[in-house]
């Protein structure tokens, strides 16, 4: 599956942003879908998932309360949602799938068969 992300830029701190994720698969609620982030100089981050119903979702601590993970079936898109930014959200933010209906959702890089170019989000504080 080809997915393509976008709506990254540069948003002041405490402000919002959402990205979207456009992907090209026929059969795309077969897919548990995840959103990533790297910061220069470190490794690739979860930060959320979806499954592939768009029933059940799972964050990581760090954005649990300010971002929103959610998916439109019928478009073959899913979306982040962004509030209350910070100075350390700052990073590449991919979308990524995962073929397959898991319990639980999937967390690791290495469990994301396809990925998305990524789409850069930056915070002035």
């Known amino acids: 599956v080809q997915l393509q992300a976008c709506g990254g830029g540069l948003v002041q701190a405490g402000g919002s942003l959402r990205l979207s994720c456009v992907a090209s698969?026929?059969?795309?609620?077969?897919?548990?879908m995840g959103w990533f982030r790297q910061a220069p100089g470190k490794e690739r981050e979860f930060i959320a998932a979806?499954?592939?119903?768009?029933?059940?979702?799972y964050y990581t601590d760090s954005v649990k309360g300010r971002f929103t993970i959610s998916r439109d079936n019928g478009k073959n898109t899913i979306y982040l949602q962004m509030t209350g930014l910070k100075a350390e959200d700052t990073a590449v933010y991919y979308c990524?799938?995962?073929?397959?209906?898991?319990?639980?959702?999937?967390?690791?890089?290495?469990?994301?068969?396809?990925w998305g170019q990524g789409t850069l989000v930056t915070v002035s504080s």
């Open positions: 990524a799938a995962q073929y397959g209906r898991s319990w639980p959702l999937k967390t690791s890089p290495t469990d994301y068969g396809s």
């Open positions: 698969a026929n059969s795309f609620s077969n897919y548990d």
């Open positions: 979806v499954s592939w119903s768009g029933r059940t979702t």
